[in-house]
């Protein structure tokens, strides 16, 4: 999994309801990041967070929520404020310490569905 | 700002041609370009980066790329396809010296290859 684990693969929400996907690493990497996947759109930054307890929004963070309270875990929330949640969503990892050099390092994401 | 354009959709070449998909970018200053693959359901893999150096490098799988600074063109090439590399392409970008700023990435190629 190349030390970044992403659960669950598989997602149902229902109308209303908040989920929350998982995302761990063991790599002691700093940064961590959670993109959202649609067809045609590319990849989409949500939530990044450099250091624990500290997270900036991306340029689609409404409707989404993270925490960053441990460095190998970054959580992300989707609201029932996100009203087109159906999506592929990607967390990655990447050290500080050169982070051009490594670029990132993906986990098998989590396809969420609104049921 | 950094943005990356990918200009194709798709790209469909027999088994055997050489391929390339394109990309390309706009950073302030020196970029780091990056490479990534996609398999269905699957997180996006590494191929191949580009800091300072030739301007063609060399990645995974016999890929490379071929990095034009006057062009702002990082085009992904590999001289004899295989159905097998039938997958999403990703470019990504972010400038040298702009601190820890995410990746931006360009909304993928999908490449087929046609036994």
């Known amino acids: 999994d190349g030390g970044i684990t992403q659960s669950p693969k598989y997602l149902f929400r229902k109308e209303g309801q908040n989920v929350t996907l998982s995302c761990e690493q063991n790599?002691?990497?700093?940064?961590m990041y959670w993109y959202r996947q649609d067809p045609g759109q590319g990849l989409r930054l949500i939530y990044y967070?450099?250091?624990?307890?500290?997270?900036q929004k991306g340029d689609i963070a409404e409707g989404y929520s993270v925490s960053r309270e441990k460095k190998e875990s970054f959580p992300l929330t989707v609201t029932s404020a996100q009203k087109n949640p159906t999506a592929f969503y990607l967390c990655?990892?990447?050290?500080?310490?050169?982070?051009?050099?490594?670029?990132?390092?993906f986990g098998s994401g989590t396809r969420l569905t609104v049921v | 700002a950094q943005s990356v354009a990918q200009p194709e959709d798709q790209v469909n070449v027999a088994e055997g041609n050489p391929l390339t998909v394109k990309c390309t970018y706009s950073?302030?200053?020196?970029?780091?370009l990056f490479w990534y693959v996609q398999y269905p359901n699957r997180g996006l893999q590494f191929l191949l980066k580009?800091?300072?150096?030739?301007?063609l490098v060399k990645g995974s799988y016999g890929f490379e790329a071929e990095f034009n600074k006057s062009q702002t063109s990082f085009h992904l090439k590999k001289p004899s396809a295989l159905v097998s590399d039938s997958a999403l392409y990703f470019c990504a970008v972010r400038a040298l010296n702009s601190g820890n700023t995410p990746l931006v990435f360009g909304k993928g190629t999908r490449l087929s290859v046609i036994a």
């Open positions: 950073v302030s200053g020196n970029p780091y």
């Open positions: 967070s450099q250091i624990v307890n500290d997270f």
């Open positions: 990655a990892r990447t050290p500080l310490t050169a982070p051009g050099d490594y670029g990132y390092t």
């Open positions: 790599l002691n990497h700093d940064a």
């Open positions: 580009y800091i300072t150096g030739d301007n």
